[in-house]
Nanobody, 119 residues
Framework: QVQLVESGGGLVQAGGSLRLSCAAS????????MAWFRQAPGKEREFVAR????????YYADFVRGRFTMSRDNIKSSVYLQMNSLKPEDTAVYYC????????????WGQGTQVTVSS
């Protein structure tokens, strides 16, 4: 199984940047689909970004494309989310998630890290 721990959240002014990290355990990390989700207070969880093939196939939600960049380091068993040009509407708890290539649902989730963007 995979254990996930997020870090890097915090308070930042609009237009600023943050880099989120997700440390993962498990010897088959490189074969897992990794993703980032976020959830704002009173809102449903929404998809942010995912990587299918160890960084070779990344996909982003429309509202973050061009501002956020997801990357993966298989040697360090970590994934990252570089967030630039942050907006107040980006404020949310950000979660790291993982699933096997053959699975439909994301089985493994981190505890989340808070990102707050001030006006």
């Amino acid at each position: 199984q995979v254990q996930l721990v997020e870090s890097g959240g915090g308070l930042v002014q609009a237009g600023g940047s943050l880099r989120l990290s997700c440390a993962a355990s498990g010897r088959t990390f490189s074969s897992y689909v990794m993703a980032w989700f976020r959830q704002a207070p009173g809102k449903e969880r929404e998809f942010v970004a995912r990587d299918l093939w160890g960084g070779s196939s990344t996909y982003y939600a429309d509202f973050v494309r061009g501002r956020f960049t997801m990357s993966r380091d298989n040697i360090k068993s970590s994934v990252y989310l570089q967030m630039n040009s942050l907006k107040p509407e980006d404020t949310a708890v950000y979660y790291c998630a993982a699933r096997q290539q053959s699975q439909v649902e994301y089985r493994y989730w981190g505890q989340g890290t808070q990102v707050t963007v001030s006006s």
